[in-house]
């Protein structure tokens, strides 16, 4: 019979396609800069986080509450 595929699927397939630092859920007041400071130690270190979810970032200047970003290790 078939599945139906959940939120918990994406997320899977997602994380077997990237190496993961975590997973961030962005509140109020977030930016990518003040995610990568917190992930990286260093803001200017946003372009990865940008990168590795450019599906559902159009502009990296623009992002809302209630998204889900990966935040990939850096090599």
Avoid: H, M
Avoid at 1 to 20: A, F, M, N, W
């Amino acid at each position: 019979q078939p599945r139906s595929r959940g939120l918990g699927d994406v997320y899977k397939r997602q994380l077997e396609k990237k190496p993961e630092k975590g997973i961030v859920l962005v509140k109020t007041g977030n930016s990518l800069w003040r995610i990568a400071r917190e992930a990286y130690g260093a803001g200017t270190q946003y372009t990865v986080i940008y990168e590795a979810n450019r599906e559902q970032i159009r502009n990296p200047d623009l992002i809302y509450p209630g998204q889900v970003f990966f935040v990939p290790n850096v090599n």
